[in-house]
């Protein structure tokens, strides 16, 4: 009987069953340590107070795209073809020697598929939607509060999919606060990148693309979801173009934006948002329903930690980067365009 | 000279009354930033160096504690799925008629803070008394009942404090309009407390006030009709999956070229598809050489093509496209006709897949007709690879 429920919404990846044991979790629970009443208790009794719910939504992208189009080019691949034809089915079979990096069809293929196809993206809203509520059913039977984490694609995932369920005829009356729904107790997104890989067409037969905009959605504290926290890394190139920071009153909605980091390459990662110590204690107090969570002392020693775990703190990093999307920041990338910037920003990261 | 003085008087007067003004404005200015936490929106603040759960705590936080089961009881011994709008109002109405009877609530705040509840329910009760004894899920429903606002809440709207900011907690009765304030808390920008709040209710009535709302809101969330739509949810993805996973595979181009053409939402997968330059192996049957019982592997390439997709869980499919087969075998010549794609999505269909094509051939040799036939339909059939003769 968990009192708070948290679903869990991971970004581009592959994420089986149980990514968030050796992930998220960890470091959520390490942060929560840090506060009284949970400094000493046991992971059955954090349970009771803060209950994980994973979500999943990668594999529907995988198994109806890149698995199927590499069957389809495994199945030929014995077959006399025009030579152009052949090298596009090499790609396809994601062979070791293709041009096309294997981070492009672990990661970089997700956000694509996605951001350009409506029925990729419709059909990631159906499975998630029906992890949800399944999820909130079980929170019903607990009589427990509701709250979502998000992190990088899985905060536009989790943005739509939130207004389709407000919106859909049958789905309003459990997901519309004005329609006798639920309101999610919270909502955090890490590295939101809502307005990169906006809808380009509604995925909602009731509702306009215009209502996906998440500047001006449904999806805002007071509305859909209680309180909204959105974390953000100052050198996190992800969040680079178009970044989600909306004018809106504090609270219900918070905006922390950290800017330490232990390696590049874990920049854009959730840990590294999510440990610093006034993002870390923010989501915590919503997540566990207690506001007093965290003495000035406890601040203090989670301060110091922090400063020891992520030592640097450099701007100036990913010129090229900046130059790659241009001068105007809110300028909207293709879909062509932010699979290069992925590429791009993968080979800046590890040079 | 009369009239001088008068003026004079006057001015002076006036000049008075303006140097007064400007420091009663002064003044008022700090006593209105001051009355923003002291006496906050009709509420007397109190400084307080420690706070009970039933300020800080979530109602799920508070619900097992004594203090909230000696005000409320069991509130899951009231909650049911079918749970009355009539039932409803009277465990709100009994459990406030309980607070105004205690003598917790008899001094200004507790006074200002019962009469806010009771606007509350009164608005309520108003709201839901065409529905009476029909559940609470389905008055719930119409848009015009106002059962929101029961959750505890925070609002920025204090001035700072000694460069800290101020942020209120308490409930925010939005159909009310009225602001029921349980304390205020200062925090600097490295997240560090104030030790010093400012609270609004005694202990007492911040139990009532908190075991109350947290009441009115698990009543209400017990009766959200989600089990009926975990099956819909369920039945919606599978159709998905049926679509995209199991249906007629599609390369690259055909998904995009799917993705433009075909209708679709999140709650509505596609109920067809289009096949565009779709290359698949498969077999080719030469009728003119049936005796022999000669196979040619070819390369089959549905040129243009059709699908459509039967019952709601997209069980099924059913389409045809224009064919050409290139044949492994130059001899055999250029292959081209009509190709019939049918099978079951969910394995349920008697049939196996079928993709089942009538080809005219122009072989150096002989023209005629021919069979071509989809490898998966020879996998199935346990024929495993071409042969030749």
Known sequence: MAKNHLFLIHGIGRHEKGWSDTTWQPCILENLKAFAPYTDMSPEEIDNDLHFFEVTYDAVLDKSYRQRWKELANAIADTALPASVRSV???????????????????????????????????????VAKQLTRGLKAAQLDGADVHILSHSLGTSVIHDTLLCLAAGTESATVYDPNRGGIRWKSLVTVANVSRVVGAMDSPSDDLDVDAFRSHFSRVQGGDLVQFFVNIRHALDAVTFPRRFKPDW???????????????????HDFETQFDHPVAARRCLRLFTGIDSLGTADEMKALWRRYDQKYGQSAGGLFSRLH?????????????GELARYFVELRREVLA | MIRYWIVLVLLVASGCSTVERAEFSSATASLVRAQDTLKYRGFTGEKREALPKAFTHSGVQLRNEPEYEAIVGDPGAIAAPDLSCERYVIALRTLLDQMEASKSFSDANGERALDILKARVDVLERA????????????????SVPLEGWEKT?????????????????????ASGSSLPLYVAYEDERGVEDPTYFAFLTDEQAWSVAAFCDLASYLKAQVVPIGPLVAKMDAGDLAWENYLQRGYPQYPWENLLNDKLVSSAWNRPPTHQFVFLHAAPGVLFLLDDAKSSTFEAALLVQALGYIRYFDEDRGWYLGGSLTAAFPADDDVGLGYGVTVHLASTTGTLALPPLDLGVLWHEGQDSDGVMISVGVDVLKLLGQGSSKKP
């Not at chain 1, 009153?249 to 920049?267: A, H, K």
């Open chain 1, 89 to 127: 089915m090499q790609e396809l079979r994601q062979e070791p020697d293709a041009r096309l990096p294997e981070y492009f069809w672990t990661h970089a293929l997700d956000a694509i598929l996605w951001f350009s196809l409506k029925q990729a993206r419709g059909a990631v809203i159906q499975n």
């Open chain 1, 249 to 267: 009153e504090t609270p219900p909605f918070w905006y922390v934006e950290t800017d330490r980091y232990d390696e590049l390459l874990n920049i």
């Open chain 1, 323 to 335: 130059e790659f999307i241009g001068p105007d920041p809110e300028r909207k990338l293709g879909p």
């Open chain 2, 128 to 143: 839901l008394a065409p529905y009476k004894e029909r559940s609470l899920a389905e008055a719930s429903e119409r848009m």
């Open chain 2, 154 to 174: 925070q609002v920025g709207d204090v001035p700072e404090r000694s460069g800290r900011k101020g942020v209120v907690h308490g409930f925010f009765l939005a």
